[in-house]
C-alpha cells in the first residue's frame, strides 16, 4: 500500500510548481503552430503528485484497454498514474483511416513530432529531478534519436541530455504489448520495475 502524499510535500515543490504544469497545459491548448491542431488536442495528463513523466508514441484507436491495463500494472509494481505528467509525441490527434473495413492511424510525421518536442521539454524544465519512463519505438526516437529496437531495448536505462539537462529514462515497449499477455505483460512489468527503482 502506498502512502498517502501531501502536494505541498511532492516533489515538484507544492501547488505553485503543479500550477505551472496546467499552465502549460494552457498554452498547448492555444498552440496553432501546425497543421494538426485542427484534429483537436491530446492535453497531456497532470497527476495530482506529478514528479515523472510518461512518454507515449501517439494515441490510437484501440489505446482504451491497454491503457487500463496500464494503470493495473502500475499499480502491481507499486507506481501510481497520479505521481505522472502522461503525455504523447504530438499533442494533437492523428486521425484515424479506414484500411480494408479496419481502422489504422499512422504515426504522425517526423515534422510534426519536432514541432511538439518543445512541450516536453518546457515540462521537463518545471520538474525537479526529472526522470521519464518511454514507451514505444517513436517515442524512444523523440528522446535518444534511435527509432528502432525498442523490443532488445526493453527495460534498458539511458541518460540523454535535453536542454541541458541529463535526464534519467527507462525505455520500454508500448503498452499495447499488454494484449500480448505473457512476453508482452512481461516485458511491461519488468520496465516498470525497473523505473520504480531507477
Request: positive net charge.
Amino acid at each position: 500500500m502506498q502512502p498517502e502524499l501531501s502536494i505541498n510535500t511532492c516533489s515538484l515543490g507544492g501547488i505553485d510548481l503543479i500550477s505551472n504544469l496546467h499552465q502549460l497545459k494552457e498554452e498547448i491548448l492555444q498552440c496553432e503552430k501546425c497543421d494538426l491542431y485542427r484534429n483537436g488536442k491530446i492535453l497531456p495528463y497532470i497527476g495530482e503528485y506529478a514528479q515523472y513523466i510518461l512518454l507515449l508514441d501517439f494515441i490510437k484507436h484501440d489505446m482504451d484497454d491497454c491503457m487500463d491495463s496500464l494503470w493495473e500494472l502500475f499499480k502491481k509494481v507499486g507506481l501510481s498514474k497520479q505521481e505522472f505528467v502522461v503525455m504523447y509525441t504530438t499533442q494533437c490527434i492523428i486521425k484515424s483511416s479506414n484500411r480494408g473495413g479496419k481502422l489504422h492511424t499512422s504515426p504522425p510525421s517526423k515534422i510534426h513530432r519536432e514541432e511538439c518536442k518543445k512541450w516536453l521539454w518546457s515540462f521537463i524544465m518545471k520538474m525537479e529531478n526529472p526522470k521519464m519512463l518511454v514507451m514505444g519505438n517513436i517515442a524512444m526516437e523523440h528522446v535518444t534519436g534511435d527509432f528502432s529496437g525498442i523490443v532488445e531495448k526493453n527495460a534498458t536505462i539511458t541518460k540523454p541530455k535535453i536542454s541541458g539537462i541529463i535526464i534519467p529514462c527507462v525505455l520500454s515497449v508500448g503498452p499495447s504489448y499488454l494484449k500480448k499477455f505473457g512476453p508482452g505483460y512481461s516485458m511491461v512489468k519488468k520496465s516498470l520495475e525497473v523505473f520504480k527503482y531507477l
